[in-house]
C-alpha cells in the first residue's frame, strides 16, 4: 500500500472515531463511501466562479487532471465572470487542454464522458470522440463510459488536479452553463457556442484538498479503469499547491463525507448511499431545510420529509427549483412527478410548511426566471450538501453521482454553514447577505425571513404547477425516463470477465426477432424500391457470371476480402456475397481464405503500429477486448468471433496490438468464424432465388437460415463459455 492510501485509510478510521463520540450523521458503508478529511473547502456558486477556479487549478497541474461529466464540450469558453481568459491560454476547453500538454509535456489528462443517449444528441457536441480523441495531443485521453445498466446514465461531475484539489457538484465543463451570481438576464456574454443567448442559469460546485481531493481521485481511477480496463496510479504528492489564490476556503480542516450513487451493473453492487444520507439528513431536521434542486419526484423524500414535518412541529422547508420544465424530455418525464411531490406533503396537511419556488430576476424588459440547476440541501445550521443527485428517483439508484456534505461541529463550522445558505437567499432575493442574517434573527423563521427581504427585482415565486390532470398522460414516459431502478443490465464482454452474461430468453428472442425483420426489410427494399432496378436477376447475374467466369475471380475475391477487412467492411456481407456469386461451392473455400488472410494481415498491422494508435482511433474501449484476448487466446478469440462484440477489424488490429500468439489467433478466428461462413454461404445460394422470386417459401428459407446461423452462434458461445469455466 502506497504513502497516499496510507494516509486516506489513516484520515478515515480518524473520521470513524470521531463519530462515535460527537454524534455526526455520517455513517462509512450507509450513508457515505468515505469520511475523509479537507484542508480546505470552497463552495463555488454559478459557473464563472467555478470556471474561473477549476481554469487556474488545472493551469497549474503537474502530473494529472481528471475529468469525469454527464456533458463535457470541447467547445465551452473555460472563463471567469470577465467572459474572457486571462492567462494567455486559449478559452475553449479543448484547446486549454491542449495547450496545457504542449506548455508541459509530462501532464497526462484523461477525461470520462458518458455515452450518451440518442436523446441528447442535439443538444450535445457533435461527435467529441473527435474533439477531444483525436484532436488533441497523446496525452489527453479521451472515453466514452458506457459500462452501465440500460437506460441509466453517469451523472458525476469531477474534475481532480494532481490528487490535490478536486471539484464535485452539479457543473458539467459543457455548452450553456456559463452565469454569474448577478443573472442579468441582458448579459451580453452569456451565449453559447453559437454566439445566441440562453436564459441565466444557477449551479454550485465544491472545490476541496487534502484525502478528499484524493477520495475523488480515486473515485474516477475507478471508473476509468471499469471503462477502459486500464489501470491507473494516483498522482505522486504534490510539489505545488493548485489551490486558486483567488478563492478563499469556506472551511478549513474539515469532515467531507462522500456520498455515490451507483447501480448494480458489472459484477458490483448496487450503492445507494446518496438517498441514505438524503433520508438521515432529514431525520435530524429541527428548524430547517433549504434545498436548491433541478428535478423533484421521488416520493419517498416527500414521505420522509411528512415523517420529520410531524415530529417537528416548528420544522419549515424551502424548496427552489426551476419554474417549468423547458425541454420536451424534462417536460413529460419530470413535471407529473413534481406535483405528486407536492400533492402528497398537502394531502398529509403540511402544504403551508413546505415551499416551492423559483427565482426570477426583472430589468426594463420584464420578469425572467433563472434556470436552476444546483443539487444543494442545507439542513438548519450544521449540515452542507453540494452534489450531482437531484431528488428523482433516477438519482437515487439508476444513475451514477456523487454528493460531497459536511456536518458542521463547532460554533465557528456552523456559522459558516448558516452564512453560505444566507448567501444564497440573498443572492435569489436582490438583498444583501446582512440582510438576511437580521431577517433571520429578528424573525427566528426561515420563512419570514423570506417574506421580510423578498419582493424586489429580484424575488423567489411560489411554483405553480398545476393540476396533475394537466400531466396525465405522461406517466407511461415518466415511468421510463425516471426509473426506480435500473432496466437491465448492459456489460461489455461479461461472458469473458464474470463468466457467461446472463441475458433472458426473451433477450435473445427480441434479438432474433430483429434481425429477422431487418432481413425481410432489405429484402422487399430490394423488390418494392427503386433499387429493385439494380437487383433484376437479369442484369445482377450477367454482371456476375461476367466476373465469375474469369481465371482470376477466385484471387481477384480473396484480395477484395483483404482490402474490405483493412477498411472495416462488414465481413458477412461479403461472405454472403461471395457464395451468392460462386456457390457454395467454391464460395465457401473462397470466402474462408479470404477472411482469414484479411484476419492475418489485420493482426500484422495492429502488430506493428501496437496498442496507442488503436486507442487513438477507437478509444479505449479497445483496452477490454485486448485483455480478454491475451488472457485467454484460442477460446477467446473463438468467442469473440461468435458473437457480434466488436468489428471484424478491430479484433484484428487488438489481437495483434495485444501480441497474441498467432497460431492461438489463427485457430481461434477459424473455430469462430465457422458457424458464420457455413451458415451464410448457404444463406449466400438462397439470395438471389429471393431476388428473383420473393415468395413465401423462398423468403422462408431465407429467415430460416438467418435463424440457424443466429441460433448456432449464441449455442456454441454458451458452449466455449462453459467449457472455459
Not at 505545488?240 to 483567488?246: G, K, R
Not at 461541529?409 to 436582490?430: I, M, P, S, T
Request: overall charge neutral.
Amino acid at each position: 500500500m502506497n504513502q497516499q492510501a496510507w494516509s486516506i485509510g489513516g484520515q478515515v478510521r480518524d473520521a470513524v472515531h470521531r463519530w462515535r463520540g460527537d454524534g455526526t450523521i455520517f455513517r462509512p458503508g450507509r450513508n457515505v463511501w468515505r469520511l475523509v478529511r479537507a484542508d480546505r473547502a470552497a463552495p463555488l456558486v454559478d459557473a464563472a466562479a467555478y470556471f474561473a477556479a477549476v481554469r487556474a487549478a488545472m493551469a497549474a497541474a503537474r502530473r494529472s487532471i481528471l475529468i469525469a461529466g454527464w456533458d463535457i464540450d470541447s467547445r465551452a469558453p473555460l472563463v471567469g465572470p470577465s467572459g474572457e481568459s486571462e492567462d494567455g491560454l486559449p478559452a475553449p476547453l479543448g484547446a486549454f487542454l491542449t495547450a496545457l500538454v504542449e506548455r508541459r509535456p509530462e501532464l497526462s489528462i484523461r477525461i470520462l464522458l458518458w455515452d450518451y443517449s440518442l436523446v441528447y444528441a442535439a443538444e450535445r457536441e457533435p461527435l467529441p470522440n473527435l474533439a477531444l480523441g483525436w484532436g488533441t495531443p497523446p496525452q489527453v485521453e479521451f472515453c466514452l463510459d458506457d459500462v452501465l445498466p440500460v437506460a441509466a446514465s453517469h451523472h458525476q461531475k469531477i474534475v481532480v488536479v494532481d490528487d490535490a484539489v478536486a471539484f464535485a457538484g452539479g457543473l458539467d465543463l459543457t455548452n450553456r452553463r456559463w452565469d454569474t451570481p448577478a443573472h442579468d438576464p441582458g448579459n451580453p456574454l452569456r451565449v453559447d457556442v453559437a454566439r445566441e443567448p440562453y436564459p441565466p442559469f444557477h449551479d454550485i460546485q465544491m472545490m476541496v484538498d487534502g484525502a478528499a481531493a484524493r477520495s475523488l481521485g480515486d473515485l474516477v481511477r475507478r471508473r476509468w479503469a471499469r471503462a477502459t480496463c486500464q489501470a491507473l496510479r494516483a498522482a505522486p504528492a504534490a510539489e505545488d499547491d493548485p489551490w486558486p489564490e483567488h478563492e478563499a476556503p469556506l472551511l478549513r480542516d474539515i469532515d467531507i463525507g462522500i456520498a455515490r450513487t451507483m447501480p448494480a451493473c458489472y459484477g458490483a453492487p448496487a450503492v445507494r448511499e446518496v438517498e441514505q444520507l438524503f433520508f438521515d439528513m432529514i431525520d435530524s431536521a429541527e428548524r430547517s431545510i433549504y434545498v436548491e434542486n433541478q428535478f423533484l419526484t421521488a416520493l419517498p423524500i416527500a414521505e420522509r420529509l411528512i415523517a420529520r414535518l410531524r415530529e417537528r412541529p416548528e420544522l419549515e422547508v424551502a424548496i427552489v427549483a426551476p419554474q417549468t420544465h423547458h425541454t420536451w424530455l424534462e417536460h413529460v418525464t419530470m413535471l407529473a412527478g413534481r406535483i405528486r411531490f407536492r400533492d402528497m406533503i398537502a394531502e398529509a396537511g403540511f402544504g403551508d410548511r413546505v415551499r416551492l419556488l423559483y427565482p426570477e430576476v426583472a430589468d426594463g424588459n420584464g420578469a425572467t426566471p433563472v434556470m436552476v440547476h444546483s443539487k444543494v440541501m442545507v439542513v438548519d445550521d450544521r449540515l452542507l450538501r453540494i452534489g450531482s443527485a437531484n431528488l428523482c428517483n433516477r438519482s437515487m439508484g439508476v444513475d451514477t453521482e456523487c454528493d460531497l456534505t459536511i456536518d458542521a461541529q463547532d460554533d465557528k463550522a456552523r456559522a459558516a454553514v448558516a452564512g453560505f445558505r444566507n448567501r444564497l437567499l440573498a443572492e435569489h432575493c436582490g438583498v444583501s447577505v446582512g440582510e438576511v442574517d437580521e431577517a433571520l434573527m429578528r424573525t427566528g423563521s426561515l420563512f419570514a425571513a423570506l417574506d421580510a427581504v423578498d419582493g424586489g427585482a429580484r424575488r423567489l415565486r411560489p411554483i405553480e404547477d398545476g393540476e396533475l390532470r394537466d400531466a396525465e398522460t405522461v406517466v407511461p414516459v415518466d415511468a421510463v425516463a425516471d426509473p426506480v431502478r435500473p432496466v437491465g443490465a448492459h456489460e461489455y464482454l461479461s461472458a469473458f470477465d464474470k463468466g457467461p452474461s446472463q441475458v433472458g430468453r426473451t433477450s435473445l428472442l427480441f434479438k432474433s426477432a430483429i434481425a429477422v425483420l431487418i432481413v425481410i426489410g432489405v429484402v422487399l427494399t430490394w423488390r418494392y424500391t427503386p433499387l429493385a432496378e439494380l437487383a433484376k436477376p437479369e442484369n445482377l447475374t450477367g454482371w456476375l457470371s461476367s466476373v465469375t467466369g474469369k481465371p482470376w475471380a477466385p484471387l481477384g475475391m480473396i484480395l477484395v476480402f483483404v482490402i474490405a477487412g483493412l477498411i472495416a467492411f462488414p465481413v458477412t456481407v461479403l461472405i454472403a456475397g461471395t457464395a451468392a456469386a460462386f456457390g457454395t461451392w467454391p464460395g465457401l473455400p473462397i470466402a474462408a481464405a479470404g477472411t482469414l488472410l484479411s484476419a492475418y494481415l489485420g493482426y500484422l498491422v495492429g502488430r506493428s503500429i501496437g496498442a496507442e494508435p488503436l486507442k487513438r482511433l477507437f478509444g479505449q474501449r479497445i483496452n477490454r477486448i485486448r485483455r480478454n484476448i491475451v488472457a485467454r487466446g484460442v477460446l477467446a478469440v473463438a468467442a469473440i468471433r461468435l458473437a457480434p462484440i466488436a468489428p471484424f477489424t478491430v479484433v484484428n488490429l487488438a489481437g495483434g496490438a495485444a501480441r497474441v500468439p498467432l497460431l492461438d489467433y489463427l485457430l481461434g478466428t477459424a473455430i469462430g468464424l465457422a458457424p458464420g461462413l457455413i451458415a451464410m454461404s448457404l444463406l449466400g445460394e438462397r439470395f438471389f432465388d429471393v431476388l428473383k422470386d420473393p415468395s413465401g417459401p423462398a423468403v422462408a428459407v431465407t429467415v430460416g437460415l438467418l435463424a440457424a446461423w443466429i441460433g448456432l452462434a449464441f449455442g456454441l458461445q454458451a458452449l466455449v463459455a462453459r467449457w472455459r469455466r
